[in-house]
């Protein structure tokens, strides 16, 4: 299975992204979804996670204003970020799994940049 996201780029802060996560193949029987970012010098972390019963979890410093979702029909799962934050800036990726796990494929990730 082969993930693309896409729908990253520069917003001003306090604006509105969308960002996209294409798979390949069917994500039904995928345990969960999740996005990550990393920021430049930081480490890679999660920070939204939508799971087969499609029950989501979030990052505390994204909670209130980003949103994950799901397509089955379209193999798709969407981040949309509203109010965004010059700390929002980093590169994005998307990643999913078979049970156990959640994040046995990767994307390539998509560039995030906000502008104070």
């Known amino acids: 299975v082969q993930l693309v996201e896409s729908g990253g780029g520069l917003v001003q802060e306090g604006g509105s992204l969308r960002l996209s996560c294409a798979a390949s193949?069917?994500?039904?029987?995928?345990?969960?979804v999740g996005w990550y970012r990393q920021a430049p010098g930081k480490q890679r972390e999660v920070i939204a996670v939508?799971?087969?019963?499609?029950?989501?979890d979030y990052a505390d410093d994204v909670k209130g204003r980003f949103i994950i979702s799901r397509d089955n029909a379209k193999n798709t799962v969407y981040l949309q970020m509203n109010r965004m934050k010059p700390e929002d800036t980093a590169i994005y990726y998307c990643?999913?799994?078979?049970?156990?796990?959640?994040?046995?494929?990767w994307g390539q990730g998509t560039q995030v940049t906000v502008s104070s």
């Open positions: 939508v799971f087969r019963d499609n029950t989501t």
């Open positions: 193949g069917s994500i039904c029987t995928f345990n969960g």
């Open positions: 990643a999913g799994g078979y049970p156990p796990g959640i994040r046995n494929y």
